[in-house]
């Protein structure tokens, strides 16, 4: 294979890419990467006001970066989305589900037993987790199955991996979503075409608006004992960059991963590898 075939291999010019939390931390460096690729990226999220800056950020790209408010956990509000980027781009070439997060509720804590979750807390990390990545992929995993083709890359986790204290709902959430990855991954396959692909990254710790209340001093911005337990056991030493997700999800969503589907790839700075001694 020469050069020039592999630069085109990472060429999304004219390709057709939603997004779930694109405005995110972790989902705007996505957004980004992908229309500097040349893609047309659809963002989705509840917030206005940080992708529409990101769209203003991205007026020099190759490609088209448009807002859609949307909630990922109802489907009228994702089927009507998904006719909006039909109208707009023709076409859903690859859906990444980034939308999730966790909620201090559902967090054990020094105050707050694990007897003494709220439902209501735990719920809503589990269905925004697990039902937004699994409704959203039925709503444009539909519409791959109706082209014959497609890629749907999901956002699982170092939790799904190995299950951190404090966070029981997140993890289980999280595991849940990595199971369903490998399900959805043969089910598209088998019933519909091959050329449907279904994978996942599992980001190691990248400080997020999530996360942040556990890994650093809100006083101080020094590390919580909890975050120097991770810098601890990460070989790297150091926490992710959401610039580090790039290459991973560039080579998933592209012809250079033709033959992959139903993978789970920890980015993680070698956290899953270490057995902490």
């Not at 269905?127 to 959203?136: E, F, H, K, R, S």
């Not at 560039?250 to 902490?276: C, E, H, K, Q, R």
Request: glycine fraction near 10%.
């Amino acid at each position: 294979m020469n050069l020039e075939r592999i630069k085109e291999m990472y060429d999304f010019t004219g390709k057709s890419v939603v997004i779930t939390g694109g405005a995110g931390v972790l989902g705007s460096e996505i957004t980004i990467a992908l229309s500097g690729c040349g893609a047309n990226v659809s963002i989705l999220d509840i917030n206005p006001d940080q992708a529409e800056h990101l769209i203003s950020g991205s007026k020099d790209s190759k490609g088209k970066a448009v807002y859609i408010n949307t909630n990922v956990l109802k489907r009228e509000s994702l089927e009507n989305v998904a006719n909006k980027v039909l109208d707009t781009f023709g076409k859903v070439d690859c859906l990444i589900n980034g939308a999730g997060g966790n909620n201090p509720k559902a967090t054990t804590s020094s105050d707050r037993s694990f007897f003494d979750l709220p439902l209501d807390a735990m719920r809503f990390v589990m269905d925004l987790n697990l039902l937004g990545t699994i409704l959203t992929s039925q709503i444009f995993g539909k519409k791959m199955a109706d082209q014959g083709e497609g890629i749907i890359l999901n956002i699982s986790s170092m939790n799904a991996f190995r299950p951190l204290t404090k966070i029981p709902a997140y993890s289980a959430a999280k595991a849940a979503v990595s199971n369903f990855t490998q399900w959805l991954a043969v089910h598209m396959a088998q019933e519909y075409s091959p050329k449907i692909r279904v994978n996942a990254i599992a980001p190691g710790f990248f400080l997020t608006q999530q996360n942040r209340y556990l890994l650093l001093n809100d006083s101080t911005g020094e590390m919580t004992p909890r975050g120097k337990k991770i810098i601890e056991h990460t070989p790297m030493g150091r926490y992710g960059d959401p610039k580090d997700l790039i290459g991973a999800v560039l080579w998933l969503l592209s012809p250079a991963s033709s033959f992959i589907t139903g993978i789970v790839v920890p980015i993680d700075g070698g956290f899953s590898a270490y057995s902490g001694v």
